[in-house]
């Protein structure tokens, strides 16, 4: 008999033991090359573990397991072959009782009769991306009904049990009402390591946050203009993440100590601007990074942008891709914030935070108007940053909301470039 052994791959340089979130397979299951068999959950990120060979896997550790990289989780022998009645959700036409279960479960049923209940759904038969919404919104997978293959729970079937509200009867359909239930879960890794992090950025940090406020009018306009040209030539939407992310990298140029960061006694210093852009994911919030970001255009930012938030949403982010920026923009305005005090996020000396655009009355030229406004913070590290910096650096990238043009002028006045001032 042939076999492979699958062992626990490095997710990343200093990490030394991961937790296996789930198996997405059961132990004798036939499974084919590559086919993704278990998630492993680490400080740094949750990776898939996938089959080397296609045949029947031997599970080694339980689920919720913590192992050391490098060891052995599962076997797989090469003997057996997938084929057309043997697939990776292991219904083989034989005569095992729990493989023609699976099997009945593939086929369309009828509704169960008044008085009756469908089985319940278990954790381990939903998608990785639709077990992780339930986990962080609190929902019980007994409570969700599948529709994915063998009655799969997918992330399109928890979206519509939480967006369900309230039948006509008057029963709460989102597991809200009063029942005295409670649940435990056990915090992730990642969840662990980020909120270490975090508590040590308040202790080892001198940490203050800088406020302004900037009006949005001129982007706007800008925007409203153009979107549409610019969504049809760029093929990306244009969005205001990429006006910030833009006038932050001309402000970095002219206040490098914001960009820098503390390394024992010296101060390191970066020729080059990589900007984390923070975004929501299943798994919470994740920070990939946008390198180089002082070369972009817009539609460069833009297209980036989307392109991580697709794979955090899908939870596809590599630790390469959420390593080394040297600082970070996140925008809480997105689910409303008026005004946070954003968290830098270590080894970062700086973090930008953007809220919600609200109507506000403002005076101008001795005027009471209304103009959209944004609160931002800039949250810094004292210690390699003084007040001066900080709250010039803010208001360099105001002065350039307010005015797009000074971005193609590096924070200058068109017509100081042009006197060569």
């Known amino acids: 008999m042939a076999t492979v052994d699958i062992k626990v791959p490095s997710p990343g340089e200093s990490i030394s033991e991961v937790r296996i979130a789930q198996w997405l397979v059961k132990n004798g299951d036939v499974v084919e090359k590559d086919q993704p068999i278990a ?23 339980e689920a919720d397991a913590t192992v050391n990289v490098g060891d052995v989780v599962a076997r797989i022998d090469t003997s057996v072959k997938a084929g057309k009645e043997a697939k990776s959700n292991g219904a083989a036409k034989s005569g095992n009782k729990d493989v023609k279960e699976k099997e009945k479960v593939n086929e369309k049923t009828p509704d169960p009769p008044a008085g009756k209940t469908a089985p319940a759904a278990s954790a381990q038969h939903a998608t990785p991306v639709a077990k992780a919404v339930m986990a962080e919104k609190g929902i019980s997978p007994e409570k969700v009904k599948g529709t994915g293959p063998n009655g799969r729970i997918t992330r399109s079937d928890v979206e519509a049990y939480v967006s369900g509200g309230v039948d006509a009867g008057g029963v709460m359909l989102n597991g809200w009402g009063g029942s005295r239930d409670k649940q435990s879960t056990r915090m992730s890794t990642l969840r662990k390591k980020v909120g270490q992090r975090l508590v040590s950025v308040k202790n080892e940090t001198a940490m203050l946050t800088t406020f302004n406020e900037v009006d949005m009018s001129a982007v706007m306009e800008l925007r409203n203009r153009f979107k549409d040209k610019f969504k049809e ?12 992310t833009k006038a932050v990298t001309e402000a970095l140029r002219l206040f490098p100590n914001v960009n820098g960061q503390i390394d024992g006694d010296e101060i390191v210093n970066f020729d080059y601007a990589d ?26 930012i833009e297209s980036g942008i989307k392109t991580l938030a697709v794979k955090a949403r899908d939870g596809k982010l590599s630790i390469e891709e959420m390593s080394g920026g040297t600082f970070t923009i996140t925008n809480g305005g997105v689910f409303g914030s008026m005004l946070s005090t954003p968290i830098i996020n270590p080894p970062q000396s700086a973090i930008l935070g953007m809220h919600n655009i609200v109507d506000r009355p403002v005076a101008v030229n001795g005027q009471v108007v209304i103009r959209p406004i944004m609160y931002v913070a800039l949250s810094y590290d004292h210690r390699i940053i ?28 068109p017509g100081e470039v042009l006197l060569g001032l």
């Not at 990074?289 to 460069?300: D, G, H, I, Q, T």
């Not at 910096?389 to 924070?411: H, R, T």
């Open 39 to 61: 998630e492993i959950d680490s400080d740094k990120a949750t990776l898939e573990l996938s089959a080397e060979e296609e045949g029947r896997v031997e599970l080694l550790a």
């Open 233 to 244: 030539e760029k093929g990306v939407n244009l969005g205001f993440m990429s006006f910030f």
């Open 275 to 300: 900007v984390g852009i923070a975004v929501s994911s299943p798994k919470g919030l994740m920070v990939p990074v946008l390198r180089n970001a002082e070369k972009m255009s817009l539609a460069e």
């Open 386 to 413: 003084d007040g001066k910096e900080s709250v010039s650096f803010l208001m360099a990238v105001k002065q350039m909301i307010e005015d797009p043009n000074k971005m193609v002028f590096g924070g200058r006045e």
